[in-house]
């Protein structure tokens, strides 16, 4: 079983920046995946960003070029968010999947509002 340690989010005006971070307390053997969901009242959880083992970035089309995810070591990631806006309002979960688990932190509150 894999748990994780989140931290940052908060309350932020449009155009400003949060930093996200999450630590696991485990690594599984062999590659896996690490990354950001979030999931906004009535909507579903969908992907915000991903990075692999090998450092190897995916990102949902709605972030790109204003967010960026960083693997700071085997057992930590962290998101930057720039430029946010209202839509990015969420609860931003962190994950870690390894082959078809998915293992879900506890989530953050990312909330954008003047």
């Known amino acids: 079983q894999v748990t994780f340690v989140q931290s940052g989010g908060g309350l932020v005006q449009p155009g400003g920046s949060l930093r996200l971070s999450c630590r696991a307390s485990?690594?599984?053997?062999?590659?896996?995946?690490m990354g950001w969901y979030r999931q906004a009242p009535g909507q579903q959880r969908e992907l915000v960003a991903t990075v692999t083992t090998s450092r190897q970035t995916n990102y949902a089309d709605s972030v790109k070029g204003r967010f960026i995810i960083s693997r700071d070591n085997s057992l930590s990631v962290t998101l930057l968010m720039n430029n946010l806006q209202p839509n990015d309002t969420a609860l931003y979960y962190c994950?870690?999947?390894?082959?078809?688990?998915?293992?879900w932190g506890q989530g953050t509150q990312v909330t954008v509002s003047s």
């Open positions: 485990t690594i599984p053997n062999g590659d896996f995946e």
């Open positions: 994950n870690m999947q390894v082959g078809s688990r998915n293992f």
